[in-house]
């Protein structure tokens, strides 16, 4: 067995043979109401196709989750004044409030997780997640793997996005 099917074998073993429950939470937060308050609140006022698109599920998984989300208070579906045929989806302020906790959630227990893990173990696991995830986009089953130039785009576009983010990122920790 080569180093890959070894590497891949252990990381079968140790990610996905024993998910836990930070890890289920996580993945549940990208199919469902915590993904669509978290979009809302980042994106402002969308449309349901538009949830749809961004969440990569259909019209009636979209439906079903805005009406759990009214049902609790956390959004309005609103008929757009100028087209009837569209309907608006809004955060409420409790849905607002909702998506804040979730997130700062969230971010605390991965801080806390990098706290164990120490700075330099930390940035070394984002650089090589970050280069994983870059491969993974690229790279699809059934498909020709990515010539070079396609992988030297794909490490230039995560590097402009990279440092987009970090300079709002920083801009914000000014403001505040």
Same mark, same amino acid.
């Given at each position: 067995?080569?180093?890959? /099917?070894?590497?891949?074998?252990?990381?079968?073993?140790?990610?996905?043979?024993?998910?836990?429950?930070?890890?289920?939470?996580?993945?549940?937060?990208?199919?469902?109401?915590?993904?669509?308050?978290?979009?809302?609140? !980042?994106?402002?006022?969308?449309?349901?196709?538009? !949830?749809? &698109? =961004?969440?990569?599920? &259909?019209?009636? @998984?979209? =439906?079903? $989750? !805005?009406?759990?989300?009214?049902?609790?208070?956390?959004?309005? @579906?609103?008929?757009?004044?100028?087209? /009837?045929?569209?309907?608006?989806?809004?955060?409420?302020?409790?849905?607002?409030?909702?998506?804040?906790?979730?997130?700062?959630?969230?971010?605390?227990?991965?801080?806390?997780?990098?706290?164990?893990?120490?700075?330099?173990?930390?940035?070394?696991?984002?650089? !090589?997640?970050?280069?994983?995830?870059?491969?993974?986009?690229?790279?699809?089953?059934?498909?020709? @793997?990515?010539?070079?130039?396609?992988?030297?785009?794909?490490?230039?576009?995560?590097?402009? /996005? $990279?440092?987009?983010?970090?300079?709002?990122? /920083?801009?914000?920790?000014?403001?505040?």
């Amino acid at each position: 067995m080569g180093f890959e /099917r070894e590497a891949l074998s252990e990381l079968y073993a140790s990610v996905w043979g024993n998910r836990s429950k930070m890890q289920k939470e996580f993945a549940r937060g990208a199919h469902g109401e915590p993904f669509i308050l978290h979009e809302l609140a !980042l994106r402002g006022t969308m449309t349901p196709s538009q !949830l749809a &698109s =961004s969440l990569k599920a &259909s019209s009636g @998984r979209i =439906s079903t $989750v !805005l009406a759990a989300l009214e049902k609790k208070g956390l959004i309005t @579906r609103d008929i757009d004044p100028d087209d /009837r045929r569209i309907i608006r989806v809004n955060l409420t302020d409790a849905g607002r409030e909702r998506s804040k906790c979730d997130l700062e959630e969230m971010r605390s227990a991965i801080c806390w997780i990098f706290s164990q893990m120490g700075e330099r173990r930390t940035r070394e696991f984002v650089d !090589l997640l970050s280069e994983f995830s870059t491969y993974m986009a690229i790279c699809h089953p059934g498909a020709p @793997r990515p010539t070079p130039d396609e992988v030297r785009a794909a490490f230039a576009e995560r590097d402009r /996005r $990279v440092a987009d983010h970090m300079r709002t990122e /920083r801009a914000k920790a000014g403001e505040e």
